[in-house]
Structures are given as structure tokens and as C-alpha cells.
């Protein structure tokens, strides 16, 4: 039986649950490092202030993105701002899933990196894919992706089986090829096979193999190499003469996104530049936008210097999604097996 | 009495027809990179895994693997389960605590601890090392032999309890009976324990078989990535691929696959079962 008090009480609790809900700011993101610099960097001193209660529901990119695309018919979605890589990213603005984002909505987009700005994507951090070598086994260092295909890197090269697009791609301008048109990479993939390149099924893996000798070289995101380096891998980072591409850790909201303007106040906070050095510290990122800047020897590490960011290449999204199938096909079938 | 199954028999409806009928749906939709999939009803994705020697490979290998798996269960199974049936029930209960011990372990920390005993630095290359055996470590790991033994051990449990269940409901006295008409063990256990055992066979060989067929972590951890099976291939089209009609048409052959060799071979055992 309901008593009447009770239901008189939950009558006036009613509007301060529904305060509560209109602060609370749904952030679907990765755990781990990525989430608990969120919580301590962007969350505690930055979002919270402004009256806001971020939430972060963590799980797996491929969850959030099943989410988005399960949701896209639903008024109100699950998430108001949704964290994922630049292509994932990408893919979710094609699908017409996500808002666009201009300076009025988020002013700091007005200082992003212009080789990292795109409409609908706000770029939070960034590395860029280098070759990450043992100097004690490879010297010297490969100056070009294309000088890896050589003899002396016979059984000295491994991947990571998560980057089988990104090592598609580094083959494509190895072989002459671009990133809208990654053909010509598939001759040189054969040819890496030939050489007894290795592949390993996750980038841990990969690190082992790298520790014990079993590789002496790989194609691999710098802030990848620089958690390498400081866990004790003795690898060292080439900038390929190709030029460098850069992977972003972006974000994006929802055109269903129940509280849009504090999804657009978050992402305001994610380039705010107090928040950049303990995601440079930590996990080995750079700040996209021009504000932040990060202590020398941080960047003497992590950074990118002004001759590489400069001729940065940039990825064709479009290409990699609707080869996607292709490109792994051939990962697959024909270099792994 | 009926009503009795109305509560499990919508849970079922509920979380497991409903999904697998929108699985079915979506089977039959066009891939489309970038939009996802395009509402459709054609057989192209079935027809194109059928077609393909890439996933005959893949579906060779996830059936030999099972059936491997099956037959060393159960040759391994059944001497253990006849021991537990036939044991004092003091000590029963810790030994069935025993063999049921693997499987409060998650799969992948099982594997896990497959991969530090396997691997190239792993404890039997080093012992094999030491003992100045090999001087080159040997590749243990990432076979399908490492996958073979690491799903055993994830699966014997379930045909062991499963077969000594049946064995105890065989009274011991017909063996007794059987020595006394002057059958050894063996023509005993050949002629009057194993046909009686045949449901229990049946049984477990049908819930192993299954398992083995689904297997997903065991054969990605200690496979490689080079070693593939039928689920983790079904996960890559859906979320490496992002293609989910074929993802989906993958499943459903998977399924069709392991139900009719279910059925096949419970038929052709049971058959054998009752003409004797």
C-alpha cells in the first residue's frame, strides 16, 4: 500500500531528482587510464565547477558505438558525449549520429591544430605512428617505412594484430601508394610476410616479444613507444621520411544526447590546456590545440617537432571505411595466414 | 503441470528466440560500409560463406578441434567418472569439489596461466632448457595442439559429471553379476557398464561437442592470431569488420553446423544403443 506521505514526499523530491538529472552529463569512454584522467583532470577541476555531474559509463569502443547505432531511431540516447578514435569517430558522423560542433558551441575548438580539425569530431589528444626500433639490434635506424623492407629486418619485425589497418596503410606509402588507395600495399605486405614479419594479437604481446628479443622493430603510435620506454623495452622512435599519421582520441555527441549543453561545456573542458599534462605524463598524448603546452623534456619524448607536424598526413576515413572489409580480408586471409 | 514451464519457457522466448529471430533478420540484409547495412532479404551472405575455402578452412578447423576435443574428453572421462560413481560418498564430495575446480577459474586467466606455462619463456621451455633437452625454445604456444589441451581442460569437467551421474544409476551388482558369470573387467565393462553408459555418452559428448564448437577465448589467447575458429571469426566481421549481415550469416552457419552434428551423431549412437 502506498502512504500518503510517502507518495506526498516523493512528489517533492521529484523536481530535485529531475535538477539532478538535468546536471548529470553521461560520458561513454574507455576505463583504465583514459577514464581516471577524465575523472581527475577534466571531471574534479573543470566540469564540476560548472555545476555539472559527469557519469562515465566505461565499456569497449565497439559497445558505444552498437549503442550509438542501436539508439539513432530513440529521442533520447544513453550518452551525451561519446569518446572513441578518429575513425571510429568518423564513421559515427557519416551515419548522420552525431552533432556538428562550431566555435559557438565549443569556443577551445577554435584552437585546434588545423591538420586535426574536422566538423563534427572534437580531437582531444593526439600521437602519431612511428617505427619504434631496438637500437642495440637495428642500427642504424630505418629512416622511411620503406627501408624496412630489407634484409635486415628478416625475422627482426613484428605487429600488433589491433593495428592491421594502420600497418595496410604504412605499406601503401611504402609501396608508392596513398591513404585512398592502399593497393599498392599489398605486394609489400607480401613481401614483409616473405621476411618472416610476425604478428601478435595484442600490443602487450607484442611488448613481450619486443622485451625478449624475439622482434627488434615495429610500426607503433610514439605515445606507445614512450609507455615502452618507461616500462624498461629499450625502443627507440623514427618519424618515417613519408611523413608522420596522426591517430586522435576524439569524441562526439549524439544528435539525441538528452543534455547537449553540458555535453558541449565537457568537451569545452577536454581542451582546456590545465587538463593536457597529466594526459601527456601519463599515457604519452600530446594536446591538440595550441593553448597547452607541455615542459620540454615532456615533449623532447612525446612530442612531435615542427618540421614533422608540418608535412602530417592525413587519413582518408571514407577510403578505410568502405574498404574496411577488404583491408581485413587481406590482413586475414593472405598476410597472417 | 504444463504451466510449470511458463516462467523458463518465456525467459527463453524472451532472451534468446527473440535476439536470435532479429540475428536472422539481419543475416539476410546488405553490407553496407557506410551505412551500416541495407535492409534486404537475399541469401548472398550464406551463399558467400559457403563459397568461400576461407571459411570452409575456418569451419574444418573449428569442427576438428571440437571432435578432438570430444573424443579425448571422453576417453579421459570416463575412467575418471566411473571412479567418482563408484566412490564412497565421504570422499565424493571433495572430488567432485576437485573436478569441478577448473571451472571457478575465468577462461581467460586460464589461459593465462596456459600462456606462462607454453610460451616461449614459459616454464616447460625453460625446464626443457635447463635440462639441456633443447637449446632452441620449442613453439608451444599458438598451436592448435595448445588450443586442444587448454579447451579440454576447460570442457572434461562437464563430460566427467555428466558420465558419472549415468554410472551411478548402474547397479554395481550387475557387474558383480557379470564377474560371476565369468566375465572379466574389461568384457565386463565392455559388455554391461559402457552400453548402459551410452545416455550418459550420449550426453556428455553432445554438451562438450557444443561447448567446443562456441569456444571464443581458449582459441584467441592460446591460438594466436594466426589460428582461427569459427567464433572469434564471427566477432571480427562484427566488430572488426563492422559487416554485421555476414557477422550475423556466420553465426547462423555455425549453429545450423553444430545442430545438425548434434543430432546426427546422438542418432547413430542411440541407434546402435538400442539394437543391442
Known amino acids: 500500500m502506498i502512504a500518503r506521505r510517502g507518495l506526498l514526499g516523493a512528489a517533492l523530491a521529484a523536481p530535485a531528482i529531475a535538477h539532478a538529472q538535468a546536471n548529470e552529463v553521461i560520458i561513454g569512454t574507455w576505463g583504465g587510464d583514459y577514464g581516471a584522467l577524465l575523472a581527475s583532470e577534466v571531471d574534479a577541476p573543470l566540469v564540476r565547477p560548472l555545476g555539472l555531474t559527469p557519469v562515465q559509463d566505461l565499456g569497449s569502443p565497439s559497445?558505444?558505438?552498437?549503442?550509438?547505432?542501436?539508439?539513432?531511431?530513440?529521442?533520447?540516447g544513453s550518452q551525451d558525449v561519446v569518446c572513441l578514435g578518429d575513425a571510429d569517430c568518423y564513421a559515427m558522423a557519416e551515419l548522420g549520429l552525431v552533432e556538428e560542433l562550431t566555435p559557438d558551441?565549443?569556443?577551445?575548438?577554435?584552437?585546434?591544430?588545423?591538420?586535426?580539425?574536422?566538423?563534427?569530431?572534437?580531437?582531444?589528444?593526439?600521437?602519431?605512428?612511428?617505427?619504434?626500433?631496438?637500437?642495440?639490434?637495428?642500427?642504424?635506424?630505418?629512416v622511411s617505412y620503406a627501408d624496412m623492407w630489407d634484409e635486415r629486418f628478416r625475422n627482426r619485425i613484428g605487429f600488433s594484430d589491433l593495428l592491421y589497418q594502420s600497418i595496410s596503410e604504412a605499406a601503401?606509402?611504402?609501396?608508392?601508394?596513398?591513404?585512398?588507395?592502399?593497393?599498392?600495399?599489398?605486394?609489400?605486405?607480401?613481401?614483409?610476410?616473405?621476411?618472416?614479419?610476425?604478428?601478435?594479437?595484442?600490443?602487450?604481446?607484442?611488448?613481450?616479444?619486443?622485451?625478449?628479443g624475439e622482434v627488434a622493430a615495429t610500426i607503433m603510435w610514439l605515445a606507445r613507444g614512450y609507455a615502452w620506454r618507461r616500462a624498461g623495452i629499450a625502443v627507440q622512435a623514427t618519424f618515417p621520411a613519408e611523413g608522420a599519421t596522426p591517430?586522435?582520441?576524439?569524441?562526439?555527441?549524439?544528435?539525441?544526447?538528452?543534455?547537449k549543453q553540458a555535453a558541449y561545456a565537457y568537451l569545452n573542458a577536454m581542451l582546456d590546456p590545465r587538463a593536457a599534462l597529466g594526459f601527456g605524463e601519463r599515457m604519452g598524448y600530446l594536446p591538440t590545440t595550441t593553448l597547452a603546452t607541455?615542459?620540454?623534456?615532456?615533449?623532447?619524448?612525446?612530442?612531435?617537432?615542427?618540421?614533422?607536424?608540418?608535412?602530417?598526413?592525413?587519413?582518408?576515413?571514407?577510403?578505410t571505411a568502405r574498404n574496411a572489409a577488404e583491408i581485413l580480408a587481406f590482413w586475414e586471409r593472405e598476410f597472417k595466414a | 503441470m504444463a504451466a510449470l514451464i511458463l516462467p523458463a519457457g518465456l525467459l527463453v522466448l524472451l532472451l534468446l528466440v527473440a535476439p536470435m529471430v532479429m540475428l536472422f533478420r539481419i543475416s539476410l540484409n546488405e553490407y553496407s560500409p557506410t551505412?551500416?547495412?541495407?535492409?534486404?532479404?537475399?541469401?548472398g551472405n550464406y551463399l558467400r560463406a559457403l563459397a568461400d575455402p576461407y571459411y570452409q578452412g575456418?569451419?574444418?578447423?573449428?569442427?576438428?578441434?571440437?571432435?578432438?576435443?570430444?573424443?579425448?574428453?571422453?576417453?579421459?572421462?570416463?575412467?575418471?567418472?566411473?571412479?567418482?560413481?563408484?566412490?564412497?560418498?565421504?570422499?565424493?564430495?571433495?572430488?567432485?569439489?576437485?573436478?569441478?575446480?577448473?571451472?571457478?577459474?575465468?577462461?581467460?586467466?586460464?589461459?593465462?596461466?596456459?600462456?606462462?606455462?607454453?610460451?616461449?619463456?614459459?616454464?616447460?621451455?625453460?625446464?626443457?632448457?635447463?635440462?639441456?633437452?633443447?637449446?632452441?625454445?620449442?613453439?608451444?604456444?599458438?598451436?592448435?595442439?595448445?588450443?586442444?589441451?587448454?579447451?579440454?581442460?576447460v570442457v572434461a569437467p562437464y563430460m566427467i559429471l555428466t558420465l558419472s551421474a549415468v554410472i551411478e544409476g548402474i547397479p554395481r551388482n550387475l557387474e558383480e553379476a557379470a564377474a560371476n558369470l565369468g566375465a572379466g573387467p574389461l568384457t565386463a565393462f565392455r559388455r554391461v557398464v559402457l552400453p548402459l553408459a551410452v545416455p550418459g555418452v550420449v550426453a556428455g559428448s553432445v554438451l562438450v561437442f557444443i561447448l567446443c564448437m562456441n569456444a571464443y577465448a581458449t582459441p584467441v589467447l592460446l591460438g594466436g592470431p594466426q589460428f582461427k575458429m569459427m567464433a572469434p571469426a564471427v566477432y571480427d566481421q562484427f566488430v572488426r569488420g563492422t559487416n554485421w549481415p555476414f557477422g550475423a550469416a556466420l553465426a547462423f552457419l555455425l549453429l545450423m553446423v553444430t545442430l545438425v552434428l548434434t543430432v546426427l551423431g546422438s542418432a547413430v549412437v542411440g541407434r546402435r544403443y538400442k539394437a543391442q
Open chain 1, 63 to 76: 559497445a558505444r558505438k552498437t549503442k550509438l547505432i542501436a539508439e539513432r531511431s530513440a529521442r533520447r
Open chain 1, 172 to 212: 601503401a606509402l611504402a609501396g608508392g601508394g596513398n591513404e585512398s588507395d592502399f593497393a599498392p600495399g599489398q605486394a609489400r605486405l607480401r613481401g614483409l610476410k616473405a621476411l618472416g614479419a610476425r604478428v601478435y594479437s595484442a600490443n602487450e604481446n607484442l611488448a613481450a616479444a619486443l622485451k625478449s
Open chain 2, 58 to 153: 575456418v569451419m574444418g578447423t573449428t569442427m576438428t578441434v571440437a571432435l578432438s576435443c570430444t573424443a579425448i574428453c571422453l576417453i579421459i572421462g570416463f575412467p575418471a567418472a566411473w571412479w567418482l560413481a563408484r566412490m564412497d560418498s565421504k570422499q565424493k564430495s571433495l572430488a567432485v569439489i576437485l573436478t569441478v575446480f577448473p571451472l571457478l577459474v575465468g577462461n581467460v586467466v586460464r589461459s593465462a596461466g596456459w600462456m606462462a606455462l607454453l610460451g616461449r619463456d614459459g616454464a616447460i621451455n625453460a625446464a626443457l632448457r635447463g635440462l639441456g633437452i633443447i637449446s632452441e625454445p620449442l613453439q608451444l604456444l599458438y598451436t592448435q595442439g595448445a588450443v586442444i589441451v587448454g579447451i579440454v581442460a
Open chain 1, 105 to 142: 558551441k565549443v569556443p577551445n575548438i577554435a584552437h585546434v591544430l588545423p591538420a586535426l580539425r574536422s566538423p563534427f569530431v572534437l580531437p582531444h589528444i593526439y600521437s602519431v605512428r612511428v617505427m619504434l626500433t631496438n637500437p642495440a639490434v637495428i642500427s642504424p635506424a630505418p
Open chain 1, 294 to 319: 607541455l615542459p620540454a623534456p615532456l615533449l623532447a619524448e612525446i612530442g612531435v617537432p615542427a618540421e614533422q607536424l608540418a608535412k602530417l598526413r592525413r587519413p582518408d576515413f571514407g577510403y
Open chain 1, 247 to 259: 591517430y586522435v582520441s576524439a569524441a562526439v555527441v549524439p544528435k539525441n544526447a538528452r543534455n
Open chain 2, 35 to 43: 551505412q551500416l547495412m541495407i535492409e534486404a532479404l537475399q541469401p
